[in-house]
């Protein structure tokens, strides 16, 4: 479904809900003061929302932390260009990262496409994020 | 992308499309960029900046727009950066001390929906104000306040306002659970000077108190864990010095069920063995091969330290005597009717205190009722010590 071909490649920044609604609402990000990594920026990586389970994503993004689970509830969706670009993350397997320095706003106006969160127990994904053509 | 509608999410405003060929305003797809004047200069300015992006018609007008100096929402970014801080720091801080984990299902759910405790008809969402965290814990407003005031749970000021995201809720269930004193505890501690307030050091000394006791309640369940483990082991490699089938396999977590069940009969002869009391009337009911079994296999256990890791039990015991077999966290009594006993399972003792012999010689004796038992425990050798405990 995601990353067909022609369109965007899209990335996916999983956080908790509250903090992901905050950062499609002002199409700025917030880096953190805190990085497990030390290295604070911008984290995405390939999963979309309900592609992998609970455990399997802690694993690969949170080093299966159960501390920081409610940041698997909801997920900002990104677009590829123009506002930054991003690294591999040699952290992880698959993440990829856009550097920054902690506590600074980073804006992504064209590139923040959407958001998706875990709601009466299912994915839940904005309006964006559909398929005009697709819709009734 | 999702191919079937859920629960919209979404924002008023226009929100860039995935496809990034248009937006969705209001619930509705619009295709392109043009300028719209029925929109805010700031909704406007928004629209021309991804007709900039994406290769767009960019009218004048917008050009113009894209020229004005545009306040940046404040308001949304004080949101964003309390946001941010309440799941990289407030969150996990509440979670690491145990307040996120000793929330029920129904208080879970209330962090993670709050619409769900809210009257009206919009959905409410973070964050919340003074009386909408009352509402979703239960707490009063008055409550929330003075918690806040006292810096019990983390309150945001945004747009001049107190605001509240969920680990606020986590901390006010907490709260809204003890009574007034520990909150006025609570309230103290965060207000004293703690170089030089003696409340404070009290409560320091209390809490390491309660840490070394919990640090060594968990040192001796090892302890305990690691002989019953021990034991396990003796028995499993027992069995298997003298099954020729076994002696070649490993032993398994498969096997250890089986072998348990087997030795559990072994043992209590064993005990009579070594008490030199056994009633021959006990084994009558197995099978020679099964007595023989248990016979051979007791000897091996049995063996000294050294050998096997046990001491030789002190030679046979009178009437009422027991010894405690420290390593095997069991304790086993010799009374006057001259039958092995579990002491854990059969006359309903614990052993929670290696060498406690006093303490265990006199709970026996009140349920023997012979007030004379005597117990012989081991030292951390494992020698056994002849001391009589009554």
């Known amino acids: ?66 501390h920081e689970r409610e940041k698997l509830r909801a997920v900002v969706v990104l677009a590829s260009g123009p506002d930054i670009t991003f690294e591999s993350d040699p952290d ?14 980073v804006e992504l106006p064209n590139q923040i496409v959407g958001w998706a969160a875990i709601v009466d127990g299912q994915w839940q994904h904005s309006l964006t994020l559909f398929d005009p053509l697709a819709l009734p | ?43 406007r300015r928004q629209i021309a900046m991804w007709a900039d992006a994406f290769g767009g018609d960019v009218s004048d ?20 950066t309390a946001a ?12 690491e001390f145990g307040l996120v984990e000793r929330l029920t299902d129904e208080q879970t759910l209330v962090v993670r929906e709050p619409w769900r405790m809210l009257a009206g008809g919009e959905r409410r969402d973070y964050p919340l104000t003074v009386g ?36 606020a809720v986590v901390h006010a269930f907490a709260l809204a659970a003890l009574d007034r004193y520990q909150v006025a505890a609570l309230t103290t501690l965060q207000a004293a000077d703690a170089d ?48 020729p089938q076994e002696r070649s396999a490993t032993p398994t977590d498969d096997d250890l069920g089986e072998h348990l069940a087997r030795t559990t009969l072994a043992r209590s002869v064993k005990l009579h063995d070594a008490f030199g009391a056994i009633a021959s009337d006990d084994l009558s009911a197995r099978s020679d091969a099964e007595s023989h079994l248990v016979f051979e296999r007791e000897k091996r256990v049995s063996k000294p330290r050294g050998s096997s890791g046990r001491t030789k039990p002190p030679g046979p015991l009178s009437s009422g005597e027991v010894l405690l077999y420290d390593d095997d966290f069991e304790l086993f009594v010799h009374p006057a009717s001259g039958k092995g006993w579990k ?26 009722g012979d007030g004379a038992v005597r117990v012989y425990p081991r030292d951390d050798r494992g020698i056994v010590k002849r001391s009589v405990s009554r």
């Open chain 2, 61 to 80: 007008v917008q050009r113009e727009l894209l020229g004005l100096d545009v306040e940046p929402d404040r308001v949304g970014v004080e949101i964003l």
């Open chain 2, 343 to 368: 002491l854990s399972a059969d006359l309903g003792l614990s052993v929670s205190r290696k060498n406690d012999a006093v303490r265990i010689g006199k709970l026996l004796s009140t349920r023997l």
């Open chain 1, 92 to 105: 992880t397997r698959d993440g990829m990262r856009h550097l920054a320095d902690p506590g600074s706003l």
């Open chain 2, 196 to 243: 030089d307030d003696c409340f404070v050091r009290l409560v320091e000394h209390t809490l390491a108190t309660r840490r070394s006791r919990l640090a060594e309640s968990r040192r001796r369940f090892a302890e305990v864990a690691q002989g019953i483990l021990g034991q396990i082991r003796a028995v499993l490699v027992s069995a298997s010095a003298e099954d």
């Open chain 1, 1 to 66: 479904m995601w990353n067909r071909p022609g369109s965007p490649r899209y990335w996916f920044h999983y956080t908790e809900r509250t903090r992901a609604r905050a950062i499609v609402a002002s199409k700025t990000f917030k880096v953190g003061t805190k990085h497990t990594k030390g290295r604070a920026g911008v984290y995405v990586c390939p999963y979309a929302p309900g592609s992998r389970t609970e455990e399997d994503l802690a694993g690969r993004i949170l080093d299966g932390s159960y």
């Open chain 2, 1 to 43: 992308m999702p191919e079937t509608p859920a629960t919209r999410i979404d924002f008023s405003g226009p929100q860039l499309r995935a496809d990034q060929r248009g937006y969705v305003l209001d619930g509705e797809f619009v295709d392109g960029f043009d300028d719209r004047r029925d929109l805010s200069p700031l909704a």
């Open chain 2, 84 to 95: 941010t801080r309440n799941a990289d720091v407030d969150l996990p801080l509440a979670s």
């Open chain 2, 132 to 167: 909408e965290l009352a509402a979703v814990t239960g707490a009063t407003a008055k409550q929330v306040r003075e918690w806040e005031n006292a810096t019990l749970l983390p309150g945001y000021r945004i747009d001049g306002r107190r605001q509240f995201f969920s680990a």
